[in-house]
Nanobody, 121 residues
């Protein structure tokens, strides 16, 4: 089994900052990629940012310049630093990993439970 422990969500005023964390544990041989997605009410889940093992990153255009994704491979933990938050950033933020349970298994996606981020004055 795999567990993803997400933390860092909350209520913040426009222009404020939050740092999300997601720690993966359990039956994991290796993690190929880690990332954050979000889903606002009435909208589809969308990519926020991803980071691969080698450090390559990908960001949604809507968060470029405001968010930074980073990863601690030794702790199997991914972080999302969000600055200059806007009301439209309000959503449930989900952590996702692409991992191998064993060396001989194919990569598999796994999602966290989500953490609420609300940007409001």
């Amino acid at each position: 089994q795999v567990q993803l422990a997400e933390s860092g969500g909350g209520l913040v005023q426009p222009g404020g900052s939050l740092r999300l964390s997601c720690a993966a544990s359990g039956s994991i041989f290796s993690i190929n990629a880690m990332g954050w997605y979000r889903q606002a009410p009435g909208k589809q889940r969308e990519l926020v940012a991803t980071i691969i093992t080698g450090g390559g990153t990908n960001y949604a255009d809507s968060v470029k310049g405001r968010c930074t994704i980073s990863r601690d491979n030794g702790k199997n933990t991914v972080y999302l630093q969000m600055n200059g938050l806007k009301p439209e950033d309000t959503a449930v933020y989900y952590c996702q990993i692409v991992f191998r349970k064993y060396s001989y298994t194919y990569p598999t996606n796994y999602w966290g439970q989500g953490t609420q981020v609300t940007v409001s004055s």
